[in-house]
T-cell receptor, first 113, second 114 residues
Framework: EAGVTQFPSHSVIEKGQTVTLRCDPISGHDNLYWYRRVMGKEIKFLLHFVKESKQDESGMPNNRFLAERTGGTYSTLKVQPAELEDSGVYFC???????????FGPGTRLTVT | GENVEQHPSTLSVQEGDSAVIKCTYSDSASNYFPWYKQELGKRPQLIIDIRSNVGEKKDQRIAVTLNKTAKHFSLHITETQPEDSAVYFCAAFPSRNAGNMLTFGGGTRLMVKP
């Protein structure tokens, strides 16, 4: 079984540019989560999809972040325009059921210069 | 919302010694507590978890204990090996009506010296 995959693995962009991160969850997992780890701090929740619906987006920092999961399969997270403080590692995770094990992707390291 | 504190932030042990990492949580309604291990450049991987109806769980050299009254849980690694070196994260998952996200501790960098 393929694990959670994320693309790209690294992205370096200038302040003001746009970046789109992609996550492919484990096939059949309805629950998809985005998390972020900034500057060696804790991993923080961004949002949660159940299939194509946003279940909880309370962790999204501001309206420069837009997440979608059209069709309930893969998800994208767009940052527009990017700011310096957006730098960090963005993780995606998926789970079969709410409260079951969350499987993490390898993360996308975003550097905004 | 939930708040998880993790200590220590770094831990250095000699190979063969034991390592203990402690976490406290604030929301008494949280009912699932996983531990993730992240090796350098790799994804966080679940190594053990415990639910609130259990006080202790063991899997070979690793064990987790949970004290619901005190709202703290700990990871114990015995007979540490160099390959145990990694960053370890504890997390708490809320009860059904309190959200859907894992709340993580700040991480512990464990270094096992050969």
């Amino acid at each position: 079984e393929a694990g959670v995959t994320q693309f790209p693995s690294h992205s370096v962009i200038e302040k003001g540019q746009t970046v789109t991160l992609r996550c492919d969850p484990i096939s059949g997992h309805d629950n998809l989560y985005w998390y972020r780890r900034v500057m060696g701090k804790e991993i923080k929740f961004l949002l949660h999809f159940v299939k194509e619906s946003k279940q909880d987006e309370s962790g999204m920092p501001n309206n420069r972040f837009l997440a979608e999961r059209t069709g309930g399969t893969y998800s994208t997270l767009k940052v527009q325009p990017a700011e310096l403080e957006d730098s960090g590692v963005y993780f995606c995770a998926s789970s079969h059921l709410r409260g079951s094990e969350q499987y993490f992707g390898p993360g996308t390291r975003l550097t905004v210069t | 919302g939930e708040n998880v504190e993790q200590h220590p932030s770094t831990l250095s042990v000699q190979e063969g010694d034991s390592a203990v990492i402690k976490c406290t949580y604030s929301d008494s309604a949280s009912n699932y507590f996983p531990w993730y291990k992240q090796e350098l450049g790799k994804r966080p991987q679940l190594i053990i978890d415990i639910r609130s109806n259990v006080g202790e769980k063991k899997d070979q050299r690793i064990a987790v204990t949970l004290n619901k009254t005190a709202k703290h849980f700990s990871l114990h690694i015995t007979e540490t090996q160099p390959e145990d070196s990694a960053v370890y994260f504890c997390a708490a998952f809320p009860s059904r009506n309190a959200g859907n996200m894992l709340t993580f501790g700040g991480g512990t960098r464990l270094m096992v010296k050969p």
